[in-house]
C-alpha cells in the first residue's frame, strides 16, 4: 500500500529504517546508568543528584548508610524518602534524603534515585565521582528527559516544554509551557493525525480494489474534513506570532528624534536609572535593552538612539541600529515632543512611521505634555487627523519625567496582546520548530485540497496526506531523526 512513496526526501520504507536505526542506537545507550547534579552551580542550603538507569538502585543501596544505625538500611522502597549517610566505604561523605522511584513510575520511566544533599560544591562532587566510581557515567544535556521520551513518558513536544517551562520568566510563559507539557498541543495535534489517517486509509484502500473501480473514501467528505483541519491549522500558525513574543518577551522599541525622552522612559519604566538622561543631543548612541512584567507578560523595551540627521560617525552607527529595532520590533513606541515645533515632529513621525509594517503596532506618545498642557490636546487632534498617521495607531500624552501617562501606556501595552488568547483551554504555539513543521503540513493539505477540486487520483492525494501525517507527527516524535532529538535536547541543563 504505497510503502515507497517519498515523504520529505525519504520513502516511507527508508523513514521506517531511519527510525529503527535510532531505536537501537538508544536503547544501546540507555543500558547506561547516567547520573549529574540536578540543581544549579555554586553554594547553596539543598543540592539534587539524579541517577537513573537499570543499576540505579543496586548504587543507591551500595552507597547509603541508615541514618540512625550507621549500618546498611532495609532495601530502598518505591516512592519513599529515605534518610541516611552518603559513604564511601568507612568515610561519611554527607547526610542525606534519598528519594527512590521504581520503573515505570518515574520521571524517565527507568529506575530512579534523587539524593538530596547539603549544597557544598565539595560535597555534590564527592557524591558524584562516588557514584560514577560504582558504574554510573556523567548525563549528557538533557539525557533525563530524553530518556522520558523514550519511555514514552512525554511526547517530544512535552519534553520541549520541560524545557520552555524551566526558561519561562513570567506568568504567561509559565501558562503557555504548563499547559505544553500536560499535552494539550499534543491532543490537538493527535485528533488532527487520527482522522488524516482514518482518511488515508480508506484512500489506500481503494489503491488495492483499483480494478474493482470502488470509491471508500467519499470525496466530499474528504474535502469537508480537509477545510476543516486546515482551518484549525491556520488558527495555531496564527498563535505564533503570540506564543513567540510571549515566550522570548513582547519587543517594544522607544524610537523618535533626540532629546524627545526617551531614555527617561526607559527609566521611569523600568524604576531604575538604567540609560544616562542629559540635555545634550545624541546622549543615547547605542540599544540599551531591559525587561519588566506587567499582568504576567514579559515586555522587552529597547531604547534606541535618537534619530537626526548628523554627521558624526558613532552616531549614525546608533541611528543605523535604531532602524533595524524598528524592523524586529513587535511594538513601537513613538516619541514626539509637546514643546518641540509641530512641523519637526511630524517630520520625524512621516519618517518613522514609513518603516512600520502592518503585522506591527504604532503607539505615538506626545511627551512633556506638562510643559506644554494647553496646546498638547489640540496638537493630538491634528496629528490623528493626519494621512500620514496610521488609523489604528494609538496617540498618547505623557510625561515620562513626573510619570503622568505611565498607567494608561502599560494599560494600553497589555491591549496590544491577546491575553485571551492565553486561556488555559487555548493552545498557542511557542516553539519555532513546531510553526515550521505546521507550514509544511498546511502546505500539503492544500495540494491535497487542490487534487480534491481537480479529481486527482487516490494515489496522489494519499502521498500529500501522509505527508501532512509526517510532518505533524515530526511535532509530537511520532516521526524523529537523531538530528532533530539532539538538536533539541544538546539546549537543556545537564540533569535535566
Excluded at 238 to 257: C, M, Q, T
Excluded at 303 to 330: L, M, P, S, V
Excluded at 381 to 410: C, D
Aim: aromatic share 6%; hydrophobic share 40%; glycine share 8%.
Amino acid at each position: 500500500m504505497g510503502d515507497n512513496k517519498p515523504i520529505g526526501r525519504f520513502s516511507l520504507l527508508q523513514w521506517n529504517c531511519v527510525l529503527c536505526c535510532i531505536v537501537q542506537f538508544y536503547q544501546e545507550k540507555m543500558e547506561d546508568t547516567i547520573a549529574a547534579i540536578s540543581t544549579p552551580s555554586g553554594t547553596g542550603a539543598i543540592a539534587m543528584i539524579r541517577l537513573s538507569g537499570p543499576q540505579a538502585w543496586n548504587m543507591g543501596d551500595s552507597v547509603l548508610l541508615s541514618g540512625t544505625t550507621h549500618q546498611k538500611p532495609p532495601a530502598l522502597v518505591s516512592n519513599k524518602v529515605h534518610y541516611g549517610w552518603i559513604a564511601d566505604g568507612d568515610r561519611k561523605i554527607d547526610e542525606v534524603m534519598v528519594s527512590a522511584f521504581k520503573a515505570p513510575r518515574s520521571y524517565t520511566g527507568e529506575d530512579m534515585i534523587e539524593i538530596s544533599c547539603h549544597g557544598s560544591d565539595y560535597i555534590q562532587k564527592e557524591i558524584l565521582g562516588l557514584l560514577i566510581r560504582h558504574g554510573a557515567r556523567m548525563a549528557h544535556p538533557g539525557e533525563f528527559t530524553q530518556r522520558a521520551f523514550l519511555n514514552g513518558k512525554l511526547d517530544l513536544s512535552q519534553a520541549e516544554a520541560v524545557s520552555d517551562l524551566i526558561a519561562a520568566s513570567g506568568k504567561a510563559a509559565h501558562r503557555l509551557a504548563l499547559n505544553q507539557m500536560r499535552g494539550g498541543f499534543s491532543e490537538e495535534l493527535g485528533r488532527i493525525r487520527l482522522e488524516l489517517l482514518n482518511f488515508v486509509t480508506l484512500v489506500e484502500l481503494e489503491l488495492d480494489f483499483s480494478e474493482e473501480d470502488v470509491e471508500f473514501a467519499d470525496r466530499s467528505r474528504l474535502r469537508t474534513a480537509t477545510v476543516n483541519i486546515l482551518d484549525h491549522l491556520e488558527r495555531l500558525i496564527r498563535s505564533f506570532d503570540l506564543g513567540n513574543a510571549i515566550k522570548e518577551g513582547v519587543p517594544v522599541a522607544i524610537v523618535g528624534e533626540t532629546n524627545v525622552g526617551k531614555s527617561t522612559l526607559l527609566n521611569a519604566l523600568l524604576k531604575e536609572e538604567k540609560a544616562i538622561v542629559s540635555d545634550i543631543a545624541g546622549t543615547t548612541r547605542d540599544v540599551i535593552e531591559d525587561c519588566i512584567h506587567l499582568d504576567g507578560i514579559e515586555f522587552r523595551f529597547i531604547d534606541t538612539a535618537g534619530i537626526r540627521e548628523t554627521h558624526d560617525t558613532i552616531e549614525n552607527i546608533g541611528i543605523g541600529r535604531a532602524y533595524r529595532q524598528i524592523e524586529k520590533a513587535r511594538i513601537i513606541l513613538l516619541m514626539t515632543d509637546a514643546t518641540a515645533p509641530e512641523e519637526t515632529s511630524m517630520k520625524w513621525v512621516k519618517e518613522i512611521s514609513s518603516h512600520i509594517r502592518e503585522d506591527q503596532h504604532l503607539m505615538i506618545l506626545v511627551n512633556k505634555a506638562d510643559l506644554n498642557q494647553e496646546s498638547v490636546l489640540e496638537r493630538i487632534a491634528r496629528l490623528s487627523q493626519s494621512s500620514i498617521v496610521n488609523r489604528t495607531s494609538s496617540i498618547l500624552p505623557l510625561s515620562a519625567k513626573t510619570g503622568t501617562g505611565l498607567k494608561e501606556l502599560e494599560v494600553l501595552l497589555l491591549g496590544l496582546v491577546n491575553i485571551e488568547a492565553l486561556d488555559e483551554s487555548n493552545v498557542v504555539v511557542t516553539n519555532a520548530r513546531h510553526y515550521e513543521a505546521l507550514l509544511k503540513s498546511q502546505s500539503a493539505l492544500f495540494r491535497c485540497l487542490n487534487g480534491l477540486d481537480s479529481g486527482i487520483s487516490g494515489d496522489f492525494l494519499s502521498q500529500d496526506i501522509r505527508e501532512a501525517l509526517h510532518y505533524l507527527g515530526e511535532i509530537t516524535g511520532a516521526i524523529s531523526t537523531d538530528e532533530v532529538l539532539g538538536n533539541i535536547f544538546r539546549n537543556f541543563c545537564i540533569g535535566k
